[in-house]
Structure formats: C-alpha cells, structure tokens
C-alpha cells in the first residue's frame, strides 16, 4: 500500500528565509513523486514531479525539491520565501507496481511566511 | 484551472436528496478522476474514468457513483446525500497515468 507523511501541520517563515516543506513516502517499487499548492478557496495546483533522473527537481515559482531514495523523503524547498508563497502544500505518490495512475495525497502542510 | 470547468461551485442541499456534480474538460485528457477534500485528510480519490464508460472505485467510494458518457464530462452523483459527504469536491484529469494530474476549481457541498 502506498503511504505519504508530511510531518508538519504547519511551517511558519520569515520572509527572505529559505523554506522547506518535508515529505516522506512508502510505495511498492519505484516512486512518482509530486508536489501540488493550494491557494485559499482554489484547486491545487501542480509544482513539480520526479520520475526518474536527477535526484534535484526544479519546478515552478523558484521551488525544487530533493529525492533521496535512502531516506524514502522528497523535500519541497525553496532558498528565499516570498509572502506570497503562503499557501497549502500537498506532496502526492504512486508507485510504479500500481496498475493505475491513482495518487496518494499527504495531509498537507500550511506554509505562513510572515514579512 | 488548466480547461477544466466544476458545476455547480456551491451548494447546499438536504440529508437524502440525491445531488450531481459535474466535471468537464477541454484538454481531451483520457483519465478524470473526483476527489474529495477534507481537513486532516488531504485528498482521497472516490472515483476514477479511465475512458468513456470505463470507470472504477477509489478509496472512498461508499455512497457515490459516476458516469462519462463523453470524454469531456465526468459526473458525480450522491445517490441520497448525508452530513458526512458534507466537502469539497476536486475533478481532475491527466493525459498518460504516470503524469501530474490538473485540478479543477473544485465544488463546496454543504449538507444540512
């Protein structure tokens, strides 16, 4: 069975600050891993994924996040924090057993960067 | 909202009255799906289309059903509503099913 903890209800930045959003996972086989932000009263919206390649993802608004296999973990990161990036944050997975494109979402993690 | 459209945006209904979502696309994408939204859980994926008429359970599909009779909509329909299924509600679609899927703006149903 597929799994995602983000361990973090909530992660609160200083603007200018770099920002991490932990994300670690459990799949059979080899994982798809993605990261999606929700902004208040709109539908999630898709960041960045890895497949497969380099272990550092670049996505979109100056994000990437990390693959580490060993630590089962895709941290979203960001070096400087905008107050703008304020939002909700989803790290989802799928493992490449699974016969179908069904995604395992985490709880979320609230992210409030204050000026 | 990447040419997705959710109807209605809101709505308020009565225990046991029967209530459709409706989720349609303009991206020609094969594979739709309706999750749920609910604090603490993330998303939980009730039902998904894999193609017109083709359709299957997720993880929370007590109390649901779907159709697609096009490829462009996907319905959602709450047979006889309950307080529990008071959520919001995300359409999604993907082109290939190992890619990122693209989320709609979403439904608020609040049963009273």
């Known amino acids: 069975a597929q799994s995602v903890a983000q361990p973090e209800d909530q992660v609160n930045v200083a603007e200018g600050n770099p920002l991490t959003v932990k994300c670690t996972y459990s799949?059979?086989?080899?994982?798809?891993l993605f990261w999606y932000v929700q902004y208040p009263n709109r539908g999630l919206q898709f960041l960045l994924k890895y497949i497969t390649g380099d272990n550092l993802v670049k996505g979109s608004y100056g994000f990437e996040a990390e693959f580490n296999k060993s630590q089962t973990s895709f941290h979203l990161k960001k070096p400087s924090a905008l107050v703008s990036d304020s939002a909700l944050y989803f790290c989802a997975v799928r493992g490449t057993t699974d016969s179908w494109g069904k995604l395992q979402f985490g709880a979320g993690t609230q992210v409030v960067v204050t000026p | 909202d990447a040419g997705i459209t959710q109807s209605p945006r809101h709505k308020v209904t009565e225990t046991g009255t029967p209530v459709t979502l409706r989720c349609h696309q303009t991206e020609n994408h094969r594979y739709m799906y309706w999750y749920r939204q609910d604090p603490g859980h993330g998303l939980r994926l009730i039902h998904y289309s894999y193609g017109v008429k083709d359709t299957d359970k997720g993880e929370v599909s007590d109390g649901y059903s779907v159709s697609r009779s096009k490829t462009e909509d996907f319905l959602l329909t709450l047979e006889s509503a309950t307080s529990s299924q008071t959520s919001v509600y995300f359409c999604?679609?993907?082109?290939?099913?190992?890619?990122?899927?693209?989320f709609g703006p979403g439904t608020r149903l609040t049963v009273t």
């Open positions: 799949v059979s086989g080899n994982p798809y």
């Open positions: 999604a679609i993907s082109e290939v099913i190992s890619y990122e899927q693209y």
